[in-house]
Nanobody, 123 residues
């Protein structure tokens, strides 16, 4: 069983930065694509970024390109999401998820999910 644990969420002012972490344990060698998703109140969950840890391939939603960066620490089975120039519309619960084969920003493609971490951007 694959287990994912997010951390790093917090309250931050507009223009600020946060780094989220996603620590994986279990069958991590099989599920080597990690996606970051977010869900704001009253909205559907949406893909933010993903990384293929085996081939170092990344992808980003247009709304976060140039502001968010996904990276990995294979030795510690951890994936990070560095979020800069945060905006109030980035406020959401952020989730990481894992899948096989290839990087995807689609929610149904991911069988394993973490519990989420709250990010609030407000002055």
């Amino acid at each position: 069983q694959l287990r994912l644990v997010e951390s790093g969420g917090n309250l931050v002012q507009p223009g600020g930065s946060l780094r989220l972490s996603c620590a994986a344990s279990g069958f991590t060698s099989d599920y080597y694509n990690i996606g970051w998703f977010r869900q704001a109140p009253g909205k559907e969950r949406e893909g933010v970024s993903c990384i293929n840890k085996r081939f170092d391939i990344t992808n980003y939603a247009d709304s976060v390109k140039g502001r968010f960066t996904v990276s990995k620490d294979n030795a510690n089975n951890t994936v990070y999401l560095q979020m800069n120039s945060l905006k109030p519309e980035d406020t959401a619960v952020y989730y990481c998820a894992a899948r096989r084969y290839y990087c995807s920003l689609k929610v149904p493609d991911y069988p394993f999910w973490g519990q989420g971490t709250q990010v609030t951007v407000s002055s």
